[in-house]
């Protein structure tokens, strides 16, 4: 019983400490159960917050309608055939209804591991022989058991919406892109035929009635804007608006003159300058549309939906407009040191109206937007307002390589190359395509090709402003030799890995401009902020196959740095075992290069484990991975295999280490590196030969280092019987004791080892001193015995060999 009360007050704690917890990151903490009060034995302490504040039923079972209405309109959209301003507003709402499951899963499953906690301190219920437990701790545990299967249900239904849901979102997505396709191939009677004006006329009254009525509710508006209580509010508004539009014309002198004083000479500044003015004028052409707009219809009742929606539109285009036109003025500026791309002064003079009309042609994107979408008007009433824009923008493709073309020859410059020529081409050739694109009746093909043009004309030229900023900044501002990049050298960080973050980091932020250019330019030709960035969102999340594994360009980013921090990662580490961990072991020089390549291997291991997971690779995923590799294996790659096992063993046992002198297949060398597949000795003659791991496995080698002390050498000389060999055996002695290189603390030995072939075989041993090469010490100590035993007249004889044939 002692236990048992010991577990009930355990509980009580733990249940208080995870309540706390999830309050901060889920819901307000202990409210009030309705459910604990029908329990027959003594209240148990309520349990962290109910779940229906979290996921009521009335929520499940609206998600649930909103879905089966989503649905519902879905069939009616095909079944009717509708234009698709009503399918993407369906599909913002079932977007929206997934996000909203995703959302209440992760609130949810907190709570579901908190409770299977609290039953796991709990245990299962008693035995029939077991003696019975107290009478709190079986309620507490029906409790928690209730509150599970709650929980449990609710994440069912809601795993249910989610997948409805998500279905949904595909069929709307599917369905939206097989009525753009059919929209944009849809064909319509010829502007230069009867038919396409006979009808057009037979609608000419309706038309006319629908867009004298959107007049006359403008003209509403500005009557009640401008009537004698709120004229001067109005009035306000509008000075307010051009204040600031007069504040973005004198801002680009303030900018570029702060540009001059902070940054350095060069590129860095018109790039600086033209971006800095080109989010100005963003900000001031907006607000200044939105400001003019809300004190005009601000509490007026003369406002209706229709011009709603066009002052919507409208304030969609303005900010491009200013953006271009601010663009014009910098990129073609009257000053040559401002210019971004080197263009001569007549090229920039002859273009510097182009900005304004395209400016213009934004501006009446807009309104036909309005007039495609939600304007009521007839179909052919629309194209004739479509296929008169498409005539009036397409000329502004061929218009600009001319002027380019005539100021080139005005100014004598050389001929231009191949790709200004095909260019050229290519918008001459775009042009003529719309026309006649126009005037066969394609005209939807028509506008879309030119509203796609100019849209993608404006975003890459924002991108292409971006990347140069960033991409000069680096190469201007952040190498090692520039300020900043001394400041982060005398920070700690090396001089290489500062350069290199100039060169790494533009081209990441490359690669995301570029994922910002494919979004915008697979989002049609509406240029709408949400259609691109869903475009955004699933180019950079994706969606997990049925496998598991996840592809998407976050994944693919995060694989690519993963590297790139292992590297540094283990560099550091191993660098760490060199210089701080090994020098305070007796580990040989052999055992500290089998560990750190261990440790190398083991690490790249864990790095390769972890871009798999990033990719949502597992081990049932990989099955046919391993499949394929035993079929390998078995055929071809078992001496891939074999070297592989043999290096592990090599680097565990250590039958041959770093620096050991080995003879194998009849070549004597010293080993210098031993990796996972093969293992490199050092030859006399300078040059490495490249062994495979499994011949040190399989085959005889000799290491004559492990017959000796490490750093000890020997001498072997031969010296005829008539030779004085008391006389040799102490020059020798004394000459290896007197060499520069040789440990004074080891004595060096001489010894006679053999009589034959008419000669006595002297072998002298002595130690060199810790951090020479002993291969140099020996060859030292070689040369002062042959000179001591020349100068003392001690011959020394060569072994004969008798060769027959």
């Not at 027959?40 to 079972?61: F, G, Q, R």
């Not at 959107?214 to 004698?228: N, Q, R």
């Not at 002052?311 to 953006?323: H, S």
Request: hydrophobic fraction near 50%.
């Amino acid at each position: 019983m002692r236990l048992k009360r010991f577990c009930s007050l355990f509980l009580s704690c733990f249940v208080i400490i995870q309540g706390l917890l999830l309050s901060a990151t889920c819901s307000p903490l202990w409210a009030a159960d309705t459910d604990t009060a029908q329990v027959a034995a003594p209240a148990p302490t309520a349990l962290i917050t109910n779940i229906t504040d979290i996921v009521s039923d009335s929520t499940l079972d609206s998600i649930g309608a909103e879905i089966n209405a989503i649905y519902q309109s879905s069939r009616q959209e095909r079944s009717n055939g509708q234009s698709t301003t009503e399918l993407a507003a369906l599909l913002r709402r079932a977007n929206a209804v997934a996000t909203q499951t995703d959302s209440l899963q992760a609130r949810l499953k907190p709570y579901q591991s908190v409770y299977q906690n609290f039953l796991d301190i709990l245990g299962q219920p008693p035995g029939k022989d077991a003696p019975a437990e107290a009478p709190d701790i079986t309620a507490q545990r029906q409790n928690l058991l209730k509150k599970q299967q709650d929980i449990t249900a609710r994440m069912t239904r809601l795993k249910l919406y989610q997948v409805e849901a998500q279905q949904l979102v595909n069929e709307l997505r599917q369905h939206g892109t097989a009525i753009q396709q059919a929209t944009l191939w849809q064909r319509f009677p010829s502007p230069l035929g009867v038919n396409f004006w006979s009808q057009l006329t037979g609608n000419f009254s309706e038309d006319t009635t629908r867009l004298s009525a959107l007049a006359g509710e403008g003209l509403g508006v500005l009557e009640v804007a401008f009537s004698s209580k709120r004229i001067f509010i109005s009035l306000g508004g509008l000075t307010l608006s051009c204040l600031l539009l007069a504040g973005w014309f004198f801002a680009r002198g303030i900018i570029r003159r702060l540009v001059v004083r902070i940054l350095p000479a060069g590129r860095i500044r018109p790039i600086i300058a033209t971006l800095l003015c080109g989010v100005v004028s963003l900000l001031a052409w907006g607000f200044s549309f939105q400001i003019m707009w809300s004190v005009l219809t601000f509490d007026n009742p003369a406002l209706g939906d229709d011009l709603t929606s066009l002052g919507n539109m409208m304030g969609a285009q303005f900010p491009l407009c200013g953006f271009v036109i601010e663009l014009g003025f910098c990129l073609l500026s009257r000053h040559s040191e401002w210019r971004i791309f080197p263009l001569s002064d007549g090229i920039a003079r002859n273009l510097r109206l182009f900005p304004l009309w395209l400016a213009a042609a934004l501006i009446v994107r807009g309104f036909l937007r309005f007039v495609d979408t939600q304007s009521g008007i007839s179909l052919l009433a629309v194209q004739l307002m479509d296929g008169l824009y498409v005539l009036a923008v397409s000329p502004l493709l061929f218009a600009i390589p001319r002027e380019l073309r005539i100021s080139a020859q005005t100014d004598n410059t050389p001929s231009q190359p191949s790709r200004a020529q095909f260019l050229r081409s290519l918008a001459m050739g775009i042009s003529i395509i719309c026309w006649l694109a126009v005037f066969s009746g394609y005209i939807p093909l028509a506008y879309t090709i030119i509203s796609w043009l100019s849209m993608m004309a404006v975003s890459m030229t924002g991108v292409l402003l971006l990347s140069l900023l960033v991409t000069s900044m680096a190469g201007t501002l952040f190498p090692a030799s520039a300020p900043l990049g001394r400041h982060m050298v005398a920070m700690g960080l090396p001089p290489r890995l500062v350069n290199q973050m100039c060169v790494v980091v533009p081209g990441i932020v490359n690669v995301l401009l570029l994922a910002v250019a494919y979004a915008v330019a697979t989002s049609g030709g509406g240029f709408d902020p949400e259609q691109i960035w869903h475009q955004l969102y699933w180019l950079f999340h994706g969606q997990a196959s049925t496998d598991g594994s996840h592809i998407s360009l976050d994944a693919i980013l995060l694989c690519a740095m993963l590297p790139i921090v292992g590297y540094y990662t283990i560099s550091i580490l191993k660098s760490w075992f060199k210089q701080r961990f090994f020098p305070t072991t007796r580990l040989d020089i052999g055992a500290q290069a089998s560990i750190l390549s261990i440790l190398s291997y083991a690490a790249w291991i864990l790095v390769g484990l972890g871009m798999l997971a990033v990719l949502g690779v597992t081990v049932k995923s990989m099955t046919w991975v391993v499949s394929a590799l035993s079929v390998g294996i078995g055929f071809g790659l078992q001496s891939i295999v074999q070297n592989f096992v043999s290096g592990i063993i090599l680097m565990a046992e250590r039958p041959v280490s770093i620096g050991d002198v080995v003879t194998i297949a009849g070549v004597t060398g010293t080993v210098e590196r031993i990796s996972v597949r093969s293992t490199d000795i050092r030859l006399d003659d300078k040059s490495t030969m490249i062994v495979p791991n499994s011949q040190f496995i399989t085959s005889a080698v000799k290491n004559a280092t492990r017959a000796q002390k490490p750093g000890v050498f020997t001498i072997e000389l031969n010296l005829p019987f008539a030779s004085d060999l008391d006389k040799a055996m102490d020059v020798m002695s004394r000459t290896l004791a007197g060499c520069t290189d040789v440990d004074e603390t080891v004595a060096p030995s001489v010894s006679m080892c053999s009589v034959a072939d008419g000669s006595a075989l002297l072998v002298g041993s002595a130690k060199a001193k810790n951090g020479t090469d002993v291969k140099v010490v020996r060859s030292a100590a070689l040369f002062e015995i042959w000179k001591a035993f020349q100068e003392n007249k001690i011959p020394i004889t060569v072994r004969q060999n008798l060769i027959t044939s």
